[in-house]
């Protein structure tokens, strides 16, 4: 009517069969860089490195579950066994996984700068990290029947007794565990990843070797010299890795150094994230024992599954990834670490939600073909599978949210992750009084997913607001440039005005 011919149908079904290939031509070209990407190629090699002997510790592990299994079921002993467990190995996790995020990218940006001043960190970090070790144990010696009487509050006194004792036989592992970690860090920073990854086989085939020999005759006491023998092995098996390395030193203090003051600054709010993620197994643990004898044990087994995947996806991607967000994150290269960080999200999305149908459909099948043997009952298969399919659900959150940590991680944003941490927790223990309120046992499991389902929509979140922010503020630090000059002729001009 104003002289303006309207577009009609036909131009709109033409234009929008336009765009659409357009849109698609558009994601493949933005996928073929992601995948051309040299980041990219390495991350990928570094992480099939790391999953293959990933698969390799899995089927040492299987055999060490099946074997344990089919020796105790769902036995008191293992109940035991599991809650005297949890302290030692929260000691472990706890600090020095702090240590581990706070120093590898603090490390990896000195040692480029200045090999000598990486070398003083080392042994910095080093003394640090004994201090807090020795510290643990103390404190857990000390504590210990307090410790136990809090975590198996549901435990006849026999049974307490009996946790009492096997706790004090796990507590060299702290030191044990947490020095060949410390050393596997700065190995894996160093890009060599097959070697830290073996090393973990040694504590399932030693308890595997030990099941079949003495669980007849010793008990539950096998699982302890197999826990305590293989830490000891696998620290025998890290140091002439780091000694290679040219790593390995004496503990020494050179004083707080600007390095030393920047991993100190980011380990404490790193150690508070990561005291509450690992002091959420210790509540799902704990509020099993509070529940029907065997429920520790039955929660144990549920999890075993989602782990696998878990160990043979996440694991290695986090390991792997992180050495590399570092380096670009010490370079500067925002846009190739955004990138990088989105193709990966895309990946394990694909990756994990089948994984996901299969071990919530397919539970019970898997749990009997898996388990049912010896004491492992059908009974106990029916109930073990449910809390399968609740552990399930978290795979595709918890796989975005490992790779956003990271990128958190390289970042130096170690301050959002301890915040992130509390909330899970405050997450997890609502949740856990929910569900186990409205299902029993299998409401822990199903807590746990919803727990990673919130912390992975925050840190999908943060980690692209913070690399939108580095990339605004490189770019404004570029130099004011003229149109058809070259930056370095532009500054020269703006340096002889001024």
Not at 97 to 117: G, S
Request: proline share 5%; charged share 15%; hydrophobic share 55%.
């Amino acid at each position: 009517m104003n002289g303006v011919a309207e577009p009609s149908r036909a131009d709109d079904d033409r234009s929008r069969a336009v765009a659409l290939p357009g849109a698609g031509l558009r994601l493949a070209h933005a996928t073929g860089e992601w995948l051309r990407s040299s980041v990219t190629r390495r991350i990928l090699g570094a992480a099939v490195t790391v999953g293959l002997v990933g698969i390799l510790l899995k089927a040492a592990g299987a055999g060490r579950e099946l074997a344990v299994a089919y020796y105790f079921g769902t036995a008191d002993e293992l109940d035991a066994f599991l809650i005297a467990y949890l302290a030692p190995s929260f000691i472990i996790n706890a600090p020095i996984a702090a240590f581990a995020a706070a120093l590898m990218p603090t490390f990896i940006r000195v040692r480029e700068e200045d090999p000598a001043q990486a070398a003083r960190l080392v042994a910095n970090m080093f003394t640090a990290v004994l201090i807090v070790l020795g510290a643990g144990c103390a404190l857990l010696a000390l504590s210990a029947s307090t410790i136990v009487s809090l975590l198996g509050s549901g435990f006849s006194p026999a049974k307490a007794a009996l946790t009492e004792r096997l706790f004090y036989l796990l507590l060299p592992i702290v030191m044990l565990n947490g020095v060949a970690r410390f050393w596997g860090t700065l190995i894996n920073a160093s890009r060599r990843f097959l070697l830290v990854a073996a090393t973990e086989l040694m504590t399932p085939l030693l308890t595997v070797g030990l099941l079949l020999l003495f669980a007849r005759d010793a008990g539950v006491y096998v699982l302890v010299g197999g826990v305590v023998g293989g830490a000891a092995l696998e620290l025998l098996l890290v140091l002439p890795g780091a000694f290679r390395l040219g790593l390995l030193c004496r503990p020494a203090w050179h004083g707080l150094d600007p390095a030393t003051r920047i991993v100190i600054a980011q380990y404490l709010p790193t150690v508070l994230g990561t005291l509450m993620g690992s002091a959420t197994l210790l509540v799902d643990q704990s509020m099993a024992a509070m529940l029907a004898p065997g429920s520790v044990a039955t929660l144990s087994y549920g999890a075993k599954l989602t782990s696998l995947f878990l160990s043979l996806s996440a694991v290695p991607l986090g390991t792997a990834i992180l050495p590399y967000l570092s380096e670009l994150a010490a370079r500067r290269e925002w846009t190739e670490m955004r990138r990088t960080y989105l193709g990966w999200v895309a990946v394990v999305i694909a990756a994990a939600l089948p994984v996901t149908a299969i071990l919530v459909l397919y539970a019970e099948p898997l749990v009997r073909l898996v388990f049912e043997r010896g004491a492992f009952t059908a009974e106990h298969t029916a109930t073990v599978s449910i809390v399968v399919a609740c552990y399930a659900l978290q795979l595709p959150f918890y796989l975005c949210g490992i790779i956003g940590s990271r990128v958190l991680i390289a970042l130096r944003r170690n301050g959002v992750i301890a915040v992130i941490g509390v909330v899970n927790f405050s997450v997890n223990l609502a949740g856990n009084l929910l569900f186990m309120w409205l299902f029993g046992l299998p409401g822990l499991a199903l807590s746990t997913s919803a727990v990673y389902l919130v912390s992975s929509v925050i840190l999908t979140w943060l980690a692209l607001a913070y690399l939108r922010h580095e990339s605004r503020e490189a770019a404004s630090e570029l130099p004011r440039q003229v149109p058809g000059r070259s930056p370095e002729a532009t500054t020269a001009q703006d340096g002889s005005q001024s």
